[in-house]
């Protein structure tokens, strides 16, 4: 079983859509979560870091759920610019590692016009 | 400002060539790492320095060889490769290093992209 797991997609979403990711984890120990959010042959950029207690950027929630091992990204109101590929990403422990990242195969998002 | 910088963009090279992939940041991090990210997969962690010591080495071939002058540059010599060795390369940094305290967010540079004939 892969550390994180997250659906591949691709999601095709019409602009104005509400569109929500998901992602598991089998490592109980990890520390931290985030979602990046990566163009075509760009690096991954930071989106937010994810807390148990929820956070809000804008249009973007991100939830945690230790008990479920559970992360979910919410985006309201889609735009065309937020096609992109969405990657969770565990923080350590790996293998003893606590800055060790660990990222899930990522999301294809695509908003349709 | 969380700018991480990579030279070069691009790359090529042969399979006996040598050549170095540079990074740098100036946020005063402690931790830097090299990822090799292939197409439509996810980046994987090749190596982590923290405090200059290289602290994680992923079993990554002695053709790639890191090395870090000091806290703000980060390098990575290329040796003999092979044409499966072409991919993204990204550096990242973090402030925390092993401290295992806060969400020790890690900064990605552009990447250089690395094609071995």
């Known amino acids: 079983r892969k550390e994180v797991e997250q659906d591949p997609g691709p999601f095709n979403v019409p602009e104005g859509a509400t569109v929500a990711f998901n992602c598991t984890y089998s490592n109980s120990a990890s520390q931290s979560f985030f979602w990046y959010r990566q163009d075509c042959r760009k690096e991954p950029k930071l989106l937010m870091s994810?807390?148990?207690s929820g956070n809000e950027d804008g249009r973007f929630t991100a939830q945690l759920n230790r008990a479920s091992q559970y992360i979910s990204l919410l985006i309201r109101d889609s735009k065309l610019s937020d096609s992109a590929t969405y990657l969770c990403?565990?923080?350590?422990?790996?293998?003893?590692?606590?800055?060790?990242?660990?990222f899930g195969t990522g999301t294809l998002l695509a908003v349709q016009p | 400002d969380t700018e991480v910088t990579q030279t070069p963009k691009h790359l090529v090279m042969g399979m006996t060539n040598k050549k170095s992939l540079k990074c740098e940041q100036h946020m005063g991090h402690r931790a830097m790492y090299w990822y090799k990210q292939k197409a439509k997969k996810p980046p994987e962690l090749m190596f982590v320095?923290?405090?200059?010591?290289?602290?994680i080495n992923e079993s990554v071939p002695s053709r790639f060889s890191p090395e870090c002058p000091n806290s703000s540059l980060l390098n990575l010599h290329l040796h003999a490769l092979q044409p499966e060795d072409s991919a993204l390369y990204l550096c990242?940094?973090?402030?925390?290093?092993?401290?295992?305290?806060?969400?020790?967010?890690?900064?990605f540079g552009p990447g250089t992209r690395l094609t071995v004939l």
């Open positions: 990403v565990g923080r350590g422990p790996y293998g003893g590692a606590t800055n060790k990242l660990i």
């Open positions: 990242a940094s973090s402030q925390a290093g092993t401290s295992g305290i806060g969400p020790d967010t890690q900064y």
């Open positions: 994810v807390y148990s």
């Open positions: 320095y923290s405090y200059e010591k290289l602290s």
